[in-house]
């Protein structure tokens, strides 16, 4: 809980000073509205999952399995053609998950790679710098496990294949700053195998960020 707040914190105190030198900039030249437009957007995103720690006594001894939430960072290319669309591409990491047991402990991580598009309901102004969108994705879940245990090592990877649709919107902060928070729903095939806590890791995704426009 305090590694998030104090994540929380930095981000808060970036957005401010990225906003006074945004504004600085604004001052120093007029907003362009020339296409193509670049971006790169800095996210947090925190999917459903439980995040207690959960002990139990079974056949293999004490298990303490210390779920984390699922939160995690990423970082999304913007490509914006035109006022109205833009084409995406995405990769992050979610928070490893940690499995301890009698004779043996497990550490788990995900890492989500999607490319989709943006479309933006109300039009691009210079007056307007509430920009709300509708978002979609596919790609690809991968999930990866490690063990050890008193006979032997394990390690393995696994890809689930999904989607992704959500709502958002950007707050245009100057000339090349903005921030976004969105709220959405993942649909992936299932592992074969779990990886972490389970195998199925469809469910809602809220994600909050930074953004650089160039």
């Known amino acids: 809980m305090c590694r998030s707040n104090l994540l929380f914190v930095f981000f808060i105190i970036n ?30 995103s925190m999917w459903k999952s439980s995040s207690q720690t ?3 006594v079974g056949l293999r001894g004490v298990t303490v399995d210390a779920g984390t939430g699922n939160m995690g960072g990423g970082i999304m290319y913007n490509f914006y053609p035109n006022a109205d669309y833009a084409f995406t591409f995405s990769a992050g990491l979610l928070s490893a998950e940690v499995k301890v047991e009698t004779f043996s402990n497990y550490t788990s991580s995900l890492i989500p790679i999607m490319m989709g598009v943006k479309y933006f309901i109300i039009p691009a102004n210079n007056d307007q710098p509430f920009r709300p969108y509708i978002a979609g994705m596919a790609g690809a879940l991968m999930g990866s496990q490690s ?7 394990e390690s393995r990877t ?20 903005k921030v976004h928070a969105e709220l ?13 806590s389970k ?16």
């Open 158 to 177: 696994e890809t689930a294949m999904g989607g992704y649709l959500g709502f958002g919107a950007d707050m245009v902060l100057g000339r090349l700053i």
């Open 184 to 196: 959405g729903y993942n649909l992936f095939t299932e592992f074969e195998q779990p990886i972490g």
């Open 54 to 56: 959960a002990v139990s």
């Open 15 to 44: 957005i401010c000073l990225c906003s006074s030198i945004s504004a600085q900039l604004d001052d120093e030249g007029k907003e362009t509205d020339e296409y193509p437009k670049h971006g790169i957007d800095l996210r947090i």
């Open 199 to 214: 195998d199925d890791y469809s469910g809602p995704e809220f994600t909050f960020g930074i953004g650089f426009i160039f």
């Open 147 to 153: 063990g050890v245990s008193l006979l032997s090592v």
